[in-house]
């Protein structure tokens, strides 16, 4: 069993910020990558920013010098902080990891958390 708890969505005016929090525990051995999609009302789910074991992070174009992704490996945590959000940026962020559970490799979703930008 896995668990991720994720946190920090909300309400936010244009040109705010939010910070959004993951936390996984469970039966995992080791996260390979840790990261957060979106899925806007009508809109495939997409990626916004993952990043892996070693540090190397990517991101959608959209968000590129608007969001840092971070992850602190002792706490199985991953953070997305966005700044100088856009309307656009409206969606359900669903936090994904992929790991180890000492036997195979796996992927787990979050529930998601609404993040809403109002003009």
């Known amino acids: 069993q896995v668990q991720l708890v994720e946190s920090g969505g909300g309400l936010v005016q244009a040109g705010g910020s939010l910070r959004l929090s993951c936390a996984a525990s469970?039966?995992?051995?080791?996260?390979?990558?840790m990261g957060w999609y979106r899925q806007a009302p009508g809109k495939q789910r997409e990626l916004a920013a993952h990043?892996?074991?070693?540090?190397?992070?990517d991101y959608a174009d959209s968000v590129k010098g608007r969001f840092t992704i971070s992850r602190d490996n002792a706490k199985n945590t991953v953070y997305l902080q966005m700044n100088s959000l856009k309307p656009e940026d409206t969606a359900v962020y669903y936090c994904n990891i992929e790991y180890y559970d000492g036997s195979y490799y796996r992927t787990y979703w979050g529930q998601g958390t609404q993040v809403t930008v109002s003009s």
């Open positions: 469970g039966n995992i051995f080791s996260i390979v990558t």
């Open positions: 990043i892996r074991s070693g540090g190397n992070t």
